[in-house]
Structures are given as structure tokens and as C-alpha cells.
């Protein structure tokens, strides 16, 4: 007898079928069962309000929550960034699959890098995060560049460009790849300029707590480090009691002296949207070998950060 196909929920943009897809085609394999796309729309998709003004915390994930807790669908991809840091007890977060690259992109009118633009180019992002450093770094550079608030999908925010509405767009490079636009970029922005959102680039595979065989299976797909960083970058944001639409970035990432993995590293930021204030800490600690010594490293970061004003950084929007 074969076994029915898993029921994989997905939101219908161009990114999340994308990524819906590719971690059918590893499920198939890893399992040996079909895995069928079950498309659920949420309000962040049908929302045309920005993000920061409908609290960015949860729009993407909850119509999926709710087919996986309704029992309609078996799993769901999620952005990892776009998850609340509280993870509901009813909720198996399965897996943290090995991340894509976390940096932040520009896509720019005529091949333009992010410091070659002209005094007075409209810089497109929704993100106050981009939307600090983008502007501190403009202020310490002498560059007088003005952040414009766009929202949309990914199609949309470079079409500002393509008609000429703005001179750049600052996006997700993970996102880029996912959909095969990644070619596009103008200037990868190191993170040392732009610290990306905690948990960027990575996805989350979540499925109902309830159902231990599928939580053992969908494990497979986990990356211990990718897990470990990202527990500790959202540790620092729930730490900070931020959501995801505060101007908050973080990235762990492992140092090693040869091959040999020493520690990690874990870096934040939190600052005025006018760029005028960035507070910028990092601080490093033995590789986190249970997910309570990762969510340590985070709340660490937090209580230095805190310590240095980053409580008065956060806006009206603290949640
Ligand atoms: N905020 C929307 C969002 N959520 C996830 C990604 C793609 C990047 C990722 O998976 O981290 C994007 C687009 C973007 O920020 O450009």
C-alpha cells in the first residue's frame, strides 16, 4: 500500500512557492513519499498597508498556522524572518535547513553599487532596519541619499527601478536566488555596512507537535549551526522585546582558525531610522551545543545592547 502524499502549505508569491518547492523535491527524497503544494493565502499578501503600520509580527505565518493546527495541511515552509520568536507549544519547528546567503543586495539603476549613487537617489525599502543603516552609513560617507518606504513582493520592489520611480531597492539576497533574479544585483552589501534581519536567509519547516513521525522525518533537514545562529540572533530580538519590524539587525556566524570551528560570533545592531544613532555590539562565546546555550548567547548581546541605550532605538512600534 503507498502511503497518501504529505500536504506541504505554502503561501502563493513567487518566493514562497519557490521554496515550497524545493524542500518538497528534499522531502520526496528523504522520505520516499509524494509531497503535494496546498496554497493558503495570508493578510501580509493581501495587506496593502506597510508592514510596520499592520505590526509586521506574524501576517505571513498565521493562515498557515492555522491549516497546519486545522489539520488541512501536514507542513509549511516558513522565512525564518518572518516568524515571531515566541513558538507555539503546539507547533514543531522540524527544521532549520543550511542557510543562503543572509547579506542584504542592491539592485540599482545602471549597474550602480550603493556608495557610486548620486546625491539625492531614492533608495526603496520598507525595513526601518535597512532604513537605519542605509542611512548611517550615507551620513558617515558624506552620500545624501534619500530612503523611500515601498512594500511588495520582490517583482514589484525591482520594477521601481526598471521604471524609473526609484534609483535603487535593497533586498534580500537569499530571496533573489530562490526566485533566479539573483543576477540582477548592483552591490552586495557586506553586513560589516548593513547587518541583516535576524534569522535572514534561512527557512523554517514546521509541522503540528502532535505528529512525532513527521517531526522525526522533516529533522533531516536541519543544520545544526544554521539552528544555532539563528536561536541566538532571534534570542537577541526577543531579548530586546522587538518584532520584526523593528530596526533590528543580528548574524551569528561560526569563527574558525583553519578548518577547526572555535566559537561563534554574534553580532547586533539596533538604531534611528534617520540613521542619525546606530548602537552596534558584538560579542562571542563557545559554539552553543543545546538550544538554552543559544538562546544565552542572544540574551547576552541584549543586555550589553541595553545597557548602551538601545531601549530608546526601538520606536513607538515596540512590539
Ligand atoms: N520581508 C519579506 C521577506 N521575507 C523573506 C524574504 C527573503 C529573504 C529570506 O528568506 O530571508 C523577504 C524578502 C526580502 O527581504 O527581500
Known amino acids: 500500500m503507498t502511503e497518501r502524499a504529505l500536504r506541504l502549505g505554502t503561501r502563493r508569491s513567487k518566493l514562497a512557492m519557490a521554496q515550497s518547492g ?8 528523504l522520505t520516499g513519499r509524494p509531497v503535494e503544494l496546498v496554497e493558503i493565502t495570508t493578510y501580509g499578501d493581501t495587506s496593502r498597508e506597510h508592514l510596520a ?13 492555522d491549516a497546519l493546527l486545522g489539520g488541512e495541511v501536514d507542513f509549511a ?6 516568524l515571531p520568536t515566541t513558538q507555539p507549544d503546539d507547533l514543531a519547528l522540524a527544521a532549520v535547513p543550511q542557510r543562503e546567503d543572509p547579506r542584504d543586495v542592491l539592485i540599482a539603476r545602471d549597474g550602480m553599487t550603493f ?14 532596519r535597512r532604513m537605519a543603516q542605509l542611512n548611517a552609513y ?17 517583482d514589484t520592489r525591482i520594477g521601481f527601478v526598471h521604471k524609473g520611480e526609484l534609483d535603487a531597492v535593497v ?29 535572514q536567509g534561512a527557512l523554517a519547516i514546521e509541522c503540528a507537535a502532535s505528529n512525532a513521525s513527521l517531526t522525526a522525518a522533516l529533522a ?26 523593528a530596526p533590528v539587525g543580528a548574524l551569528a556566524d561560526l569563527l574558525a582558525d583553519g578548518q ?18 546606530l548602537v552596534q555590539l558584538s560579542t562571542t562565546g563557545p559554539v552553543p551545543e543545546t538550544h538554552d546555550q543559544a538562546l544565552a548567547l542572544g540574551r547576552e548581546l541584549a543586555a550589553e545592547m541595553l545597557a548602551k541605550g538601545a531601549a530608546g532605538l526601538m520606536g513607538e512600534r515596540a512590539l
Open 22 to 29: 524545493q524542500v518538497a523535491e528534499t522531502v520526496r527524497r
Open 53 to 65: 503600520q499592520i505590526g509586521g509580527t506574524g501576517v505571513f505565518v498565521t493562515a498557515l498556522r
Open 77 to 82: 515552509v516558513h522565512s525564518l524572518k518572518d
Open 115 to 128: 556608495p557610486e549613487l548620486p546625491s539625492g537617489a531614492r533608495v526603496g525599502t520598507g525595513s526601518p
Open 138 to 154: 550615507a551620513r558617515n560617507h558624506g552620500l545624501a541619499i534619500e530612503t523611500v518606504p515601498i512594500r511588495g513582493n520582490i
Open 171 to 199: 533586498l534580500a539576497a537569499a530571496g533573489l536566488h530562490r526566485v533566479g533574479r539573483i543576477d540582477e544585483v548592483t552591490d552586495f552589501l557586506s553586513v560589516d555596512t548593513v547587518l541583516p534581519a535576524p534569522g
Open 220 to 245: 533531516e533537514l536541519d543544520d545544526p549551526y544554521t539552528r544555532a545562529a539563528v536561536t541566538a540572533e532571534r534570542s537577541l530580538l526577543a531579548a530586546l522585546e522587538a518584532g520584526c519590524s
Open 260 to 277: 577547526i570551528v572555535k566559537e561563534m560570533r554574534l553580532r547586533g545592531v539596533v538604531g534611528a531610522t534617520d540613521g542619525s544613532t
